[in-house]
């Protein structure tokens, strides 16, 4: 099956720093979501981005679909930014669920 | 995107009782629904495609004898999970999706099992 690969698995930093996560995927596919997990494990859905890229605040997503990678961008980082941040993707060719990458845990400190 | 909710939240069960969670669509007509575990520190594994009026599609390795999914309508999908046991304390949590919008999650129910 299709391989979703994030990185980094974690990143710290400081409040107001800025920061780059990448959704590497094996296969073409034609849905790609970037979810913020919270602490009570509410998925938050960021971007819907099978193409293309979105700005929504302080965050923005580019998604490369004909070289499978997509990026999410965080600017200017607050500490409720702190949490796991989820890749997910369908495939073209197979079923209909999305399947999710292992995650990006960021802490951001203030 | 749909609203989905996911009840109950939390649940702390004996071993060897069953637990039934459910999964609602409330603004919108779902044919299917799909159902994912997470552990701790893991990411989510889908477990199964619920379809209405249909049985259920199983992933490789998940025992559908003992987690019986029901799709009855169009807006209620509910996942029991069978004499549970220690290991099958998780975060379960449901998914619908809507054209154009992409997938949207319930809230989740985390199962503590006694």
């Known amino acids: 099956g299709i391989q979703v690969e994030q990185s980094p698995p974690d990143l710290i930093l400081q409040e107001g720093a800025n920061s780059t996560l990448r959704c590497n995927f094996s296969d073409s596919v034609n849905n790609l979501q970037w979810f913020h997990q919270n602490p009570w494990g509410q998925l938050i859905n960021l971007f819907y981005i099978p193409s293309g890229t979105k700005q929504n605040g302080r965050l923005s997503a580019t998604t490369v679909a004909t070289e499978r990678y997509s990026l999410l961008y965080i600017s200017s980082s607050q500490t409720t930014d702190s949490g796991v941040y989820f890749c997910a993707v369908r495939p073209n060719q197979a079923g209909t669920a999305l399947i999710f990458g292992k995650g990006t845990t960021l802490s951001v400190s203030s | 995107g749909a609203v989905v909710s996911q009840h109950p939240s939390w649940v702390i069960c004996k071993s060897g009782t069953s637990v039934k969670i459910e999964c609602r669509s409330l603004?919108?007509?779902?044919?299917?629904m799909f159902w994912y575990r997470q552990f701790p520190k893991q990411s989510l594994m889908l477990m199964a495609t619920s379809n209405e009026g249909s049985k259920a599609t199983y992933e490789q390795g998940v025992e559908k004898d003992k987690f019986l999914i029901n799709h009855a309508s169009l807006t209620l999908s509910t996942l029991t999970v069978t004499s549970a046991h220690p290991e099958d304390s998780s975060f379960y949590i449901c998914?619908?999706?809507?054209?154009?919008?992409?997938?949207?999650f319930g809230s989740g129910t985390r199962l503590t099992v006694v």
């Open positions: 998914s619908v999706k809507r054209a154009n919008y992409g997938y949207t």
């Open positions: 603004d919108f007509q779902a044919t299917t």
